[in-house]
């Protein structure tokens, strides 16, 4: 298996290579191996830290036929044969950035019982998220909120949205843009995404009190 030897700005260039075939290969050769190198580097730490056991996930934009992916990501979920149903954390990038989320996407069947909890929790959940984090509404966008940003409405208006629109999605973690040192230094990465993980576990449990 690949080892993970810290992400070069060639790996952010992929996403401008032309055509579905093109970008693809490109992805699978260079990006697709690092991603999973991290995530299986960072599974028996989530596995520990969530207390379900987790397993690696790599995208495979296999739904594709003509438009090429914009971001690809390796997930980590408590599922072996899936994970877009289930809450789970995600490392990956877009061309202008790295993204370590956790998330609860359309799939999920819990998307309006977690909105439910997370509404309850509001004010722990807005207290213990750290300032520098971000949000975000739709994983096939790069746009995010800023959690400085978010106050009590503003969180409200995104869970409402997580329960009563059949496309919404919540995901919760930090950006890293691709000039950012700590990119090239694997070990900084890896601990910077353990970090994050422990930050976000919290809200992972609060999707265990559901099963």
Known sequence: MATFNGFTQKDFDVFSI??????????????????????????????????????????????????????????????????KKLPHFQVGLWESHVFIWFAVIYES??????????????????????????WSVDHTKPDSIPHEE???????????????VKKAEILCGQNISRDDKRLKDADAFIELCRETFEKLEPLYRYTKQLN
Do not use: C
Not at 40 to 55: I, N, R, S
Not at 109 to 134: C, G, M, Y
Not at 150 to 164: A, G
């Open 18 to 83: 032309p055509g579905l075939e093109n970008r693809m290969n490109a992805l699978r050769e260079q990006i697709s191996p690092k991603l999973e190198a991290i995530a299986k580097e960072l599974e028996p730490d989530v596995t520990a830290l969530t207390g379900d056991e987790m397993f690696v996930h790599v995208a495979k934009h296999a739904r594709r036929k003509t438009n090429p992916p914009n971001d690809t990501w390796a997930a980590l979920a408590s599922n072996k044969r899936g994970y």
């Open 109 to 134: 069947p819990i998307k309006q019982d977690f909105a439910k909890t997370l509404e309850r929790n509001r004010k722990e959940v807005l207290s213990h998220i750290p300032d520098q984090f971000v």
């Open 150 to 164: 978010v106050d009590e409405e503003k969180f409200l208006s995104m869970t409402d949205r997580l329960k009563n």
